[in-house]
């Protein structure tokens, strides 16, 4: 499984950015897809996930309202729509591939992607 992320850059504080997430490599409908993110000397951190043949999504409180994870099961690509942006936002954003359901746990994840950067001026 191939997982490539695409669409980070540089935005400020309160503007928006969309980041893509496309996955190869297998059939993918029993899988979830989640976005992680880990800012400079912090632990990677949970930030969405979506269930792949479903409507389940997930959200870490700190987003909740801001993000916005969807999918397009035919090409087969993730996203995650980011307004609102804050400079706390700031992080390498991690694209993730597990099969199953969706979880906030980053072991339980078995395919990453490379990360995109984000980042969020004041």
């Known amino acids: 499984v191939q997982v490539v992320e695409s669409g980070g850059g540089l935005v400020q504080a309160g503007g928006s950015l969309r980041l893509s997430c496309a996955a190869s490599?297998?059939?993918?409908?029993?899988?979830?897809m989640g976005w992680f993110r880990q800012a400079p000397g912090k632990e990677r951190e949970f930030v969405a996930a979506i269930r792949w043949s479903g409507v389940i999504t997930l959200y870490a409180d700190s987003v909740k309202g801001r993000f916005t994870i969807s999918r397009d099961n035919a090409k087969p690509m993730v996203y995650l729509q980011m307004n609102s942006l804050k400079p706390e936002d700031t992080a390498v954003y991690y694209c993730?591939?597990?099969?199953?359901?969706?979880?906030?746990?980053?072991?339980?994840?078995?395919?990453w992607g490379q990360g995109t950067q984000v980042t969020v001026s004041s």
């Open positions: 993730a591939v597990r099969f199953g359901y969706a979880t906030m746990k980053i072991s339980d994840y078995d395919y």
């Open positions: 490599g297998r059939t993918f409908s029993n899988t979830a």
